[in-house]
T-cell receptor
Framework: DQQVKQNSPSLSVQEGRISILNCDYT??????FLWYKKYPAEGPTFLIS?????DKNEDGRFTVFLNKSAKHLSLHIVPSQPGDSAVYFC?????????????FGTGTKLQVIP | NAGVMQNPRHLVRRRGQEARLRCSPM?????VYWYRQLPEEGLKFMVY????????ESGMPKERFSAEFPKEGPSILRIQQVVRGDSAAYFC????????????FGQGTRLTVV
């Protein structure tokens, strides 16, 4: 049962354009959402997050949008740079078993073409 | 301040052998999480430990897998009698507080079973 879904396994974008990565979730108990970035042979690194009480959070070139009614969030990267090429994991957290448990999606591989 | 350290980075085991994966959390972090990434899949939660306690092992396979986080020393993920299906990247993350939102990941151990 995949509670966090990233339906696009890969995405190619031209340098300078906008990259939009999408994520859907099914569990309405999730109240905090995160994006992680992962380069090959490295561990994931935290990128940006958003609380369920907000619908937008911005950090430089990265913006996360949350649509609670649709159980959908997206990560916008603008302008995209070749160094952004990586796998992006969407994650959602909610209380489970007495702690804030994080569930990850399957990832989207972004390729930014110079 | 060293990050989360995992070793070995690469581990090759023959079917039936034991695999031991080690994780030293960041300094000051007392919460450790183990994840497994199978080829073409996302990060699957395995177990959450605090010092000397297993808090949540709902993601651990029922047999052959065990984890510990002793008072002194690293956290250990042990896989007994490995099979080819155990081949994966195993990531450890740590956090200083109860929930693992924005946890810090190690670089992972890539286990190959031959």
């Amino acid at each position: 049962d995949q509670q966090v879904k990233q339906n696009s396994p890969s995405l190619s974008v031209q340098e300078g354009r906008i990259s939009i990565l999408n994520c859907d979730y099914t569990n309405s108990m999730f109240d905090y959402f995160l994006w992680y970035k992962k380069y090959p042979a490295e561990g994931p690194t935290f990128l940006i997050s958003i609380s369920s009480i907000k619908d937008k959070n911005e950090d430089g070139r990265f913006t996360v949008f949350l649509n609670k009614s649709a159980k959908h969030l997206s990560l916008h990267i603008v302008p995209s740079q070749p160094g952004d090429s990586a796998v992006y994991f969407c994650a959602a957290s909610g209380m489970a078993g007495g702690y804030q448990k994080v569930t990850f999606g399957t990832g989207t591989k972004l390729q930014v073409i110079p | 301040n060293a990050g989360v350290m995992q070793n070995p980075r690469h581990l090759v085991r023959r079917r039936g052998q034991e695999a031991r994966l080690r994780c030293s959390p960041m300094k000051g972090h007392s919460h450790v999480y183990w994840y497994r990434q199978l080829p073409e899949e996302g990060l699957k939660f395995m177990v959450y430990l605090q010092k000397e306690n297993i808090i949540d092992e709902s993601g651990m396979p029922k047999e052959r897998f065990s984890a510990e986080f002793p008072k002194e020393g690293p956290s250990i993920l042990r896989i007994q009698q490995v099979v080819r299906g155990d081949s994966a990247a195993y990531f450890c993350a740590s956090s200083p507080q109860l929930d693992n939102t924005e946890a810090f990941f190690g670089q992972g151990t890539r286990l190959t079973v031959v």
